[in-house]
């Protein structure tokens, strides 16, 4: 069994997502199992990014609204 990515690299665990074999180089261990990189930038990137967007979104359009309302009562 060799490193899908290294094929002269023993493999010495399988990515737990993909189920490609992996190197001692490779593999990134987790408290949810062994995962490769490019595995482990797809999971981080749709667990923090997107609620991030959403929050920053929500809060301007919160801020614009209270600037109107402001506006509105302010003149
Ligand atoms: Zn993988
Ligand atoms: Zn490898």
Known sequence: MHCAY???ALAI???AR???ALCKDCVVRLS???FC???LSGISE???RRPW???LG???ALLIALLLIARLFGT
């Open 6 to 8: 290294h094929p002269d």
């Open 13 to 15: 665990t399988y990515c």
């Open 18 to 20: 993909c189920g490609r």
């Open 32 to 34: 949810q199992g062994n």
């Open 37 to 39: 990189e490019r595995c």
């Open 46 to 48: 749709r667990r923090t």
């Open 53 to 55: 967007g959403l929050y």
């Open 58 to 60: 929500a809060s301007i």
